[in-house]
């Protein structure tokens, strides 16, 4: 029989997921590849587009234009003390030395311009090899209106999104948040992007920065070259012929579809963010309700495809945590809390009314912490953000309401937020008696502006969302001012990292480390790349381009072999 009589259609390239698995596409397409994306969902861009846009991308040209010194050697002797065995060396090795590569190619294949996310440090950078200057990159302000039809079927949300229409870039945010202390930063910052997006509105322009940019340009670049995309399509079956993948079924429209795919097949589909089921057997039962900012697409289809060909699975127990606070409406998403636990005037505590880690640490360190997955203790829910008036006078509260506005009803009517005026009444009004004795060590150490107890404000990293106004110590001050605030706190997330094992160039591993020939995994539907860590702001996109990038230039090697 001749089976490729059976295809309804036939590509060289399927690429399942329209996130970071564009750039796979855009790869193979430009080396001569037809190729086609499915994506299950009716919008493009997954968690991609609904993200800061930033990327980790050690050595690339972009740094070096700002000049910033950096090397893919620095960045291995990095990741080498910070991941250790709790990923393959080889994975690292290929990131770093591609990920210049990777910048090139999008610069060269979109209309993307990047900056440097400048003094956005490594979230170890102490370590040797560490950047204290960052070796991040982001997307410059993009009119989005400018891909023409692909740009209402990006995927949108409103987890980091501005009261009114303005690119907001990573700088930008740290430059408004200290309003209240620098307003000759501030103010010039937010009149500019308001004159962009407001101003561009006028004369039609939709001017977006982070994702939204980031995933408008990889589709403008797939598009230009020459890739075909299928909404609503997910992938449902690989196609195994004689330990080779063949092709894929695919659910286009709610018909079964076989299709072709002689160079191979990269699985992008995203974590299993918004799988409760399956997050609470692998990470915790603390994960009592979806708290994950992910795509709401991504609900874990990476196991299926994992089951049916034998691939191993690793770091299930993974995800990209976010700190953040619930909403205060019933069914809403959480908000994102990125500086407030940074900022000095706060403090975050569980039920005993202590604290139990750094507050100003990386968010992943910050979600490991809070469910208890390194002392194996169990988890520190529920948790609640401590501060004083001093602080509310001064900084943003959930990233949106201005220094000393009153927070609005909605959060002190669901819970989210209470409010007394002494500690002691916020201790038993939040049923935390041991408040007093928590906030009493706290300001202990604030005023010698030294965390004796969990190091705050020591590493670069923690300082990036200090207040520089506040000395010694940028993240360090009392908590004395009445009247005095407590807001709920969650192990929120950016999606999941623990997923299908892959070699160096995306290539999927059986348990028994062999791999499947023709298959690759990229982006959050295979294990992470750093193990249990985060190295630094855009690893997570960053390691999903790259090995985009990889498992297309091996399907194209692999299709001229
Ligand atoms: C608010 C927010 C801010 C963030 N900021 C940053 C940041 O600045 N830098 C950074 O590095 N990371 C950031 N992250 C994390 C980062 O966005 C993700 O980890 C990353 O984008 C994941 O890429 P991916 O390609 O694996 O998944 P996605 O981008 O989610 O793409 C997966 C796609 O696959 C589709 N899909 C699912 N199942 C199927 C199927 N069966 N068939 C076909 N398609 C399927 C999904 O619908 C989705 O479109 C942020 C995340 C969020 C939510």
């Known amino acids: 029989m001749n089976a490729k009589r059976e295809w309804d259609a036939s590509y060289d390239l399927v690429v399942a997921g329209s996130g970071t698995g564009l750039m796979g596409a855009i790869t193979a397409a430009r080396r001569g590849l037809r190729t086609l994306v499915i994506e299950k969902g ?39 003390t910070l991941v250790g065995d709790t990923a393959p060396r080889a994975r690292r090795e290929a990131y770093v030395a591609n990920a210049a590569a990777v910048v090139d190619e999008m610069l060269a294949a979109t209309p993307l311009e990047l900056s440097h996310m400048e003094e956005y440090a490594d979230y170890f950078a102490d ?13 410059e302000p993009f009119n989005v209106k400018s891909i023409g039809d692909d740009a209402p079927l990006l995927r949108t949300s409103d987890a980091i999104s501005a009261p009114v229409p303005m690119p907001i870039t990573s700088g930008d945010f740290r430059a408004m948040n200290l309003m209240g202390r620098r307003p000759l930063q501030a ?119 994992a089951r049916q060909v034998g691939a191993g699975l690793a770091l299930l127990d993974q995800a990209w945590w976010f700190p953040a606070i619930p909403s205060p409406e019933p069914g809403g998403a959480p908000i994102f809390m990125l500086s407030e636990r940074s900022l000095p005037g706060s403090m975050i505590v569980d039920s005993t009314g202590h604290r139990f880690f750094n507050e100003a640490s990386d968010y992943m360190s910050a979600g490991r912490a809070m469910l208890g997955l390194d002392d194996g203790k169990g988890d520190h829910l529920p948790m609640w953000l401590i501060f004083d008036q001093t602080y509310r006078n001064r900084y943003l509260f959930a990233a949106s309401v201005l220094p000393r506005a009153p927070i609005p009803r909605v959060f002190y009517e669901s819970g989210v937020v209470v409010k007394a005026g002494s500690i002691a009444e916020l201790g038993d009004k939040i049923g935390v008696p041991g408040l007093v004795e928590g906030a009493a060590r706290f300001n202990l150490l604030a005023s010698q502006g030294k965390d004796d107890d969990f190091k705050r404000g020591l ?86 381009l790259v090995f985009a990038y990889l498992a297309a230039l091996h399907a194209v090697a692999r299709m001229h072999r």
């Not at 700002?66 to 002797?77: H, I, K, M």
């Not at 995309?229 to 690989?238: A, D, F, G, H």
């Not at 004689?242 to 579809?257: N, P």
């Not at 249990?532 to 702001?537: A, E, Q, S, T, V």
């Open 42 to 80: 009716a919008f493009l861009g997954g968690s991609t587009a609904l993200s800061g846009g930033g990327m980790w991308m050690p050595g690339n040209r972009v740094l070096e234009d700002a000049g910033v010194v950096d090397t893919p050697e620095r960045a291995l002797s990095y990741l080498d």
């Open 127 to 139: 370590l040797l090899g560490g950047s204290a200057i960052g070796r991040s990159v982001e997307p």
């Open 187 to 305: 103010i010039p910052t937010m009149v500019k992007r308001v004159f962009q997006g407001v101003g561009g509105k006028l004369v039609r322009k939709d001017m977006a920065a982070g994702g939204r940019a980031l995933a408008a340009a990889l589709v403008a670049g797939a598009r230009q070259a020459g890739v075909e995309i299928w909404l609503n399509s997910p992938i449902r079956e690989v196609v195994l012929e004689q330990g080779k993948v063949t092709g894929i079924v695919v659910e286009k429209d709610g018909t079964r579809q076989r299709v072709a795919a002689s160079a191979g097949v990269i699985i992008a589909v995203g974590g299993f963010d918004h799988n409760g089921e399956l997050r609470r057997k692998y990470q915790s039962p603390a994960l009592t309700e979806d708290w994950s900012f992910g795509n709401p697409d991504n609900t874990g289809d990476l196991f299926e495809i």
């Open 459 to 544: 590493a670069q990293y923690d300082r990036y969302y200090g207040d520089p106004t506040q000395t010694p110590n940028p993240n360090l001050g009392p908590i004395t001012a009445p009247p005095f605030y407590a807001v709920k706190t969650i192990p929120a997330d950016l999606g999941t990292c623990g997923g299908i094992t892959a070699d160096e160039n995306g290539r999927v591993m059986r348990e028994d480390g062999t791999v499947i020939d023709g298959l690759y995994a990229v982006g959050n539907a295979a294990a992470n790349a750093f193990g249990i860590f985060y190295p630094g702001p855009g690893a997570t996109i960053g390691q999903g």
